[in-house]
Nanobody, 120 residues
Framework: QVQLVESGGGLVQAGGSLRLSCAASGSIFRINDMGWYRQAPGKQRELVAGITRGGTTNYADSTKGRFTISRDNAKNTLYLQMDSLKTEDTAVYYC??????????????WGQGTQVTVSS
């Protein structure tokens, strides 16, 4: 019913930047909270940053001041600008959204993930 597709991951040197995008499509009535999570090998998935429909943001302590989350409600798209990347930012990054689905109510969705690798 609803698909989230991430893009923009890749390989970058430490200190560099990447911009991730997450496009939502399908039977969408309204998207509420959205967020980026990441999972490194051998570790649990963790919140990177979140944003409400109204634009209120929150960040993990490890990403504050370096990452910026934003969204375009008209395009049903979520972004993550990642600057001053560190090797410890290496992980698979996942998009998450709480979506009001036409005729089905509110459901939570995950994207398939995009790999971000930061080399030293």
């Amino acid at each position: 019913q609803v698909q989230l597709v991430e893009s923009g991951g890749g390989l970058v040197q430490a200190g560099g930047s990447l911009r991730l995008s997450c496009a939502a499509s399908g039977s969408i009535f309204r998207i509420n909270d959205m967020g980026w999570y990441r999972q490194a090998p051998g570790k649990q998935r963790e919140l990177v940053a979140g944003i409400t429909r109204g634009g209120t943001t929150n960040y993990a302590d490890s990403t504050k001041g370096r990452f910026t989350i934003s969204r375009d409600n008209a395009k049903n798209t979520l972004y993550l600008q990642m600057d001053s990347l560190k090797t410890e930012d290496t992980a698979v990054y996942y998009c998450n959204a709480e979506v009001g689905v036409l005729l089905s109510g509110v459901r939570n969705y995950w994207g398939q993930g995009t790999q971000v690798t930061v080399s030293s």
